[in-house]
């Protein structure tokens, strides 16, 4: 008997082992077990098929162990990472490695695992340190091949010998199960305190010890209005010490009892729906569910707080009494907070949520609760696509428009809403997409019937959309030569708007205190050490910042160039705009939304409560504060430099533009008076600016369509990016040539380029991009994927290009 088995490395074939006696009874697809690679590493590998005949061209080595005799994944989802790796060009091991939460992706390969304990403040550390660091944040564990890549250098082990040493991480070598139940102290009356006489006996005839008849007091309170009471609750109601607690123990009054526990709290399970739709919300619903019974797939295209949350709502009530569990993704790990807390308060505990935030203990135990059936709906981010569903019915994708429902790295490079369609397909689930402004490739199959489409073109409760007034920032007068941030006339609104005690939103899609800083005398601009990028100044921790390596830098007093020390800071982040409103509006409590600011767990959830408390005046955020909030006091939103969203090299600059601008002036009025939206730009005349003016998404979608068919881009065609990354120029330009060379005698007429992207180094790695442009005929796109790859083998196969890291991204 033989195994194909996934195990979690970008191996572009599945591996054959052979299966012991002792083992043949217990193992089938989805089993994880233990095999050995190569001399003496180890790994925890998926079962992905059994078979008889053993491989002609290597040797099997035999299965080490079964590590569970029930499989954590299901034959669907094994076929759903077959797909995703055909698909999307990568290895079925990078898809487990994606899938799976850590713990249950052993291997012997030496791991450096960021220690959660120790937080993100790591000013204590130097330069090395603090790269190191910072990508454990991110990345939570790295190998050491991982590490040597970050610092570009061989000798990492002192570096990480004195991260150790400071707490900031372990090491994780051999192949053990990390994952452990957590258990709580409960605490439990004394069986021979059970009737109420006797209790009443001993509180009657109690001596000495006064603070141990406190706790004891405070433990009946507890256990009355409670019903079971934790070591932890009592000790912090009480006051109690442990010596207090154990002498109770002792005189056997109180027994301590360990228990396993859920690291999650949920609520009790209940559905209740207190609300009734809207006219317009109940015939989107009833069109909703008649479309749903001819189309696997529909787009609800509703206007911005036209109430779409509330349809999915009513949708979900129907799959759960079906007995069907529901799939509710969302772009960002942001949105959750608000979500969730609309979602509880209908379905209390059917509900989970899993996104990358949670530790990987909490993400088994979600896992296992989504597997046995336990949890009915999941809220969640893209990877929330993994879970073994049991009985999936239903995958809505809100938001759908979104980019970031596209994974950029590492591999799979996967899109979530394309992938959820497929995975949907397989399990006999319906999909629903959401967005008030629909990808121009959604909507393009919904008007073509190959998806329903349902309008709710009606915000809920009669609201009209805001007015947008467009500033136009080259009038206005400007003494100093720095870009205007709050123009006088968004000044005033803003003044009107906190008189009549309501909320302002300030959008700029820019982090940071300043994007860069230039010597007055000779122009030049500080630029980070390892990418071809200038550096951002950051207030909050006096540093020049890169954004694409993450590397800090010391401010610069003096120009490199000529030793001048007058420099300038040119543009604004939102570090900077907010410095400026409250000096301007010093009354305001002003506060700011961006990667930087919202670092810990909850700090997010946290900033949104406080807003929607009306605890906050002023919000200043990046793409953040767009992505379908919903705050009833906002009554003015502004778009701070609109000119910086509309002049990008990409052929989606137009519809990201218009997403991004509506969905953000989305959020303004969205209760009971018509909000505005103040949008500042230099090129007033854009013809974007127009249609957003009037909210006429059909309008846009007929111009962009036109352009896309005339230059052969998405939906007309399909599109693989392939991304060149070495460290020496000349090398990564010879070898996208000679890729180039090796593709055109069979896809020359597709092809574009290759050329430089616009910034042609990151991380000390020279960058070269090659577009290929391919008709819509699945056919020759499976047939192209597969040529590429073998094309590549033979451009490695070369000694001077072999060290040279290709990178495809299908429809990029």
Request: charged letters at 25%.
């Amino acid at each position: 008997m033989f195994a194909e088995i996934i195990i979690p490395l970008a191996l572009p074939k599945n591996y054959t082992w052979s299966v012991p006696e002792q083992f043949r009874a217990v193992v089938k697809p989805g089993v994880r077990v233990e095999v050995g690679l190569g001399k003496n590493k180890k790994y925890t590998g998926i079962i992905k098929d059994i078979v008889d005949t053993p491989p002609q061209v290597y040797e099997t080595k035999d299965i080490l162990n079964v590590s569970d005799p029930a499989p954590v994944v299901f034959p669907e989802q094994l076929k759903f990472w077959e797909w995703i790796a055909s698909y999307y060009m990568c290895s079925e091991g990078e898809v487990m490695a994606a899938a799976l939460p850590a713990h249950f992706k052993l291997s012997s390969e030496t791991v450096i695992v960021f220690n959660e304990e120790h937080g993100d403040d790591f000013s204590d550390l130097d330069n090395d340190e603090f790269v190191v660091a910072e990508a454990l944040l991110l990345k939570k564990e790295l190998t050491i091949s991982e590490v040597q890549d970050v610092l570009d250098h061989l000798n990492v082990y002192p570096v990480i010998k004195r991260l150790i040493e400071k707490k900031v991480c372990y090491v994780w070598e051999s192949l053990k199960e990390t994952y452990s139940a957590k258990k709580e102290t409960y605490i439990l009356l004394h069986p021979q305190y059970g009737s109420e006489d006797k209790l009443a006996e001993l509180l009657n005839n109690w001596q000495r010890a006064p603070k141990q008849m406190e706790v004891l007091l405070a433990y009946l309170h507890l256990l009355k209005t409670q019903g079971e009471v934790t070591k932890s609750e009592l000790m912090k109601k009480s006051g109690a010490t442990d010596a207090q607690l154990k002498g109770l123990i002792e005189k056997q009054i109180i027994t301590a009892e360990k228990r396993k526990v859920d690291r999650i709290r949920y609520l009790p399970k209940a559905v209740n729906i207190d609300f009734t739709l809207s006219a317009a919300q109940q015939k989107s619903f009833d069109d909703l569910k008649s479309s749903l019974s001819e189309h696997a797939v529909c787009l609800l295209h509703g206007v911005t707080s036209s109430g779409k949350t509330q349809v999915y709502i009513k949708l979900i009530e129907e799959y759960l009494k079906s007995g069907k569990q529901v799939l509710y993704l969302l772009p960002e790990i942001a949105l959750t907070s608000q979500v969730i807390r609309r979602l509880e308060k209908h379905f209390g505990g059917y509900i989970g949520i899993y996104h990358s935030k949670f530790t990987q203990n909490e993400r088994i135990e979600i896992w296992n609760k989504v597997k046995t059936g336990e949890l009915k709906v999941i809220l969640g981010a893209r990877s929330a696509l993994f879970l073994p569903f049991t009985g999936l019915g239903l995958i809505i994708v809100d938001e759908e428009h979104e980019a970031s429902y596209k994974q950029q790295d590492p591999a799979p490079r996967y899109h979530a809403r394309d992938a959820a369609i497929f995975y949907a397909s397989q399990v006999n689930a319906k999909v629903v997409l959401g967005s008030a402004t629909p990808s121009v490739e959604s909507y393009f199959n919904a008007v073509n019937n190959k998806y329903g489409l349902i309008e709710l073109n009606e915000r809920y409760g009669g609201t009209a959309l805001p007015e947008i007034e467009i500033i136009e920032t080259k009038k206005v007068n400007n003494f100093s030569k720095d870009k205007i941030i709050v123009t006088g006339s968004l000044q005033n609104e803003i003044k009107d708007v906190l008189k009549q005690k309501k909320q302002v939103i300030l959008f700029q899609n820019r982090r940071g205190y300043s994007p860069y800083q230039v010597c007055q005398v000779c122009g030049w601009i500080p630029h980070c050490r390892n990418c071809d990028v200038s550096l951002t100044f950051h207030k909050r921790t006096h540093r020049l910042h890169c954004h694409y390596c993450g590397t800090h830098y010391p401010p610069v007093h003096t120009c490199q160039a000529c030793g001048s020390d007058k420099f300038a800071q040119r543009n604004f982040g939102t570090e900077k705009i907010e410095e400026q409103l409250e000096e301007i509006f010093p009354d305001a409590r002003v506060a700011r939304m961006d990667v930087d600011s919202v670092r810990g767990k909850h700090a997010h959830d946290n900033l949104i409560k406080t807003f929607e408390d009306g605890k906050i005046d002023l919000l200043v955020g990046t793409q953040m504060v767009v992505k379908g909030l919903d705050f009833d006091n906002v009554q003015l939103v502004g778009v701070l430099d609109a000119d910086s969203l509309l002049n990008f090299a990409d052929f989606r600059v137009n519809e990201r533009a218009f997403q991004l601008i509506e969905q953000v002036s989305g959020r303004a009025g969205r209760k009971d008076k018509q909000g505005k939206v103040a949008i500042q730009a230099a090129n007033t005349r854009h013809p974007l600016l127009s249609l957003l003016q009037a909210h006429d998404y059909k309008a846009f979608f007929e111009r962009e369509i036109d352009g896309r068919k005339r230059f052969f881009y998405p939906p007309f065609s399909r599109i693989i990016m392939l991304t060149f990354k070495h460290k020496m120029k000349d090398v990564v330009d010879g070898a996208s040539q000679f890729l180039t060379d090796l593709l055109k005698p069979v896809y020359g007429a597709y092809i574009v380029g290759p050329a430089e992207p616009v910034v042609n180094r990151v991380r000390n790695q020279y960058l070269m991009e090659l577009l290929l442009k391919l008709p819509k005929d699945s056919v020759m796109v499976r047939e192209c994927k597969k040529f590429i790859l073998e094309k590549v083998a033979e451009m490695h196969s070369d000694r001077k290009y072999r060290s040279v890291i290709v990178i495809p991204d299908v429809d990029a």
